[in-house]
């Protein structure tokens, strides 16, 4: 390897029980004007099926996209071995035959009240943010498990600015205590205010790990990125301010980086 973060990679290969947790959108997969027609690049594809078929390895996919969403882009199909960790690590999915820790098991039964009571507050949110937004062009609401993400990807920058000051009123007049976050033409908003901090420790505590690897490209992906420790490798897909220690330019270079962790471990 003579890649910039060879010797990142080789060292982190060598960690006994290894966690590769990966963002999805822009991270795996380019970023797309329709969400559910997003795909991982075959060379990332390629990499995670590498990855997952090593002993003492595990992949999870880490996304702010719902459960239900995130196994449809994902391709991922009830025998897979991929952990996930949806709605920003508020929702999770593991291989069968894999035990939830009982402590963790305890939190997901302890919130079931509490989002049954949200929900019915949030469908009526947004609603009436879909009706705020009616006349914006390029502009829409997309509803989730625990909230709804405005999409401004399509809209002019002045229309996008407009819509977003006006779901932003919204939300702080109707739900204040809801978490915000910005990604790339997208503002989503939640009562679960999990972050994918949280899902990396969790994941690391299930899977017992060494060393973690996590890769992402956005504003979301920072507080996983700022989580990870002296043994662990940040990987930031992009541009723009990150706590990682190492930087890729696209999903296709992240590709590479993935295939030469799976060579370098299998070695």
Excluded: C, N
């Amino acid at each position: 390897m003579t890649r910039s973060w060879a010797a990142e990679v080789d060292e982190l290969a060598r960690t006994e029980r290894l966690l590769v947790a990966l963002d999805f959108d822009g991270t795996l997969a380019p970023l797309g004007d329709d969400p559910m027609a997003v795909r991982a690049l075959p060379e990332t594809a390629a990499a995670v099926r590498r990855l997952v078929a090593l002993p003492d390895t595990t992949v999870a996919f880490v996304s702010g996209r719902q459960l239900a969403d995130l196994r449809v882009i994902g391709e991922h199909a009830d025998d897979s071995l991929v952990w996930l960790a949806g709605s920003h690590g508020a929702e999770h999915w593991r291989p069968s035959g894999v035990a939830v820790a009982e402590f963790e098991a305890e939190v997901e039964r302890s919130t079931m009240a509490d989002d049954a009571e949200h929900t019915a507050g949030a469908d009526a949110l947004a609603a009436e943010a879909e009706r705020a937004l009616d006349g914006i062009a390029g502009a829409w609401i997309e509803r989730k498990a625990y909230g709804f993400a405005l999409h401004t990807r399509l809209a002019e920058r002045g229309d996008a600015e407009r819509a977003q000051e006006l779901v932003d009123a919204l939300v702080a007049q109707r739900a204040p205590d809801w978490r915000r976050r910005t990604g790339k033409d997208i503002l989503e908003y939640a009562w679960r205010h999990e972050g994918k901090d949280a899902a990396i420790a969790r994941l690391r505590g299930e899977t017992g790990a060494t060393a973690v690897l996590f890769a992402g490209d956005d504003v979301t992906d920072e507080d996983a990125l700022r989580s990870l420790g002296d043994g662990d490798l940040g990987v930031r897909v992009g541009e723009g301010e990150t706590a990682a220690r190492v930087r890729v330019a696209d999903p296709s270079e992240l590709g590479e980086l993935l295939t030469a962790l799976a060579v370098a471990r299998a070695s």
